[in-house]
């Protein structure tokens, strides 16, 4: 059974930075998807970035291009996202997730695994 932990979340002002690492486990990844999501309070669970774990392309939703960058780290078996420029509107919880197969979807329903979550605070 894939297992997915989070890790990283804190309180930072606004124009900091935060790196989010997601160690994978339970299984081999090399034919996944792994995504970043988040949540805020009150709001659903939204698309961030996504990674294929093979050859490393990546997505970003369009409020973080530019400020967010995902990687992995195949020896570690972990993915991370570093998050810089970091604004209020960023506050949230946020989701590592993992997909089989190639094809990259923006939409939670489209993940099989979950991690726990962790939380991010952007203070003004």
């Known amino acids: 059974q894939a297992q997915l932990v989070e890790s990283g979340g804190g309180l930072v002002q606004a124009g900091g930075s935060l790196r989010l690492s997601c160690a994978a486990s339970?299984?081999?990844?090399?034919?996944?998807?792994m995504g970043w999501f988040r949540q805020a309070p009150g709001k659903e669970r939204e698309f961030v970035s996504a990674?294929?774990?093979?050859?490393?392309?990546?997505y970003y939703a369009d409020s973080v291009k530019g400020r967010f960058t995902m990687s992995r780290d195949n020896a570690k078996n972990t993915v991370y996202l570093q998050m810089n420029m970091l604004k209020p509107e960023d506050t949230a919880d946020y989701y590592c997730?993992?997909?089989?197969?190639?094809?990259?979807?923006?939409?939670?329903?489209?993940?099989?695994?979950w991690g726990q979550g962790t939380q991010v605070t952007v203070s003004s």
């Open positions: 339970g299984r081999t990844f090399s034919g996944y998807v």
């Open positions: 990674i294929r774990w093979s050859g490393g392309s990546t």
């Open positions: 997730a993992a997909r089989s197969g190639l094809g990259i979807y923006t939409a939670a329903d489209g993940y099989d695994y």
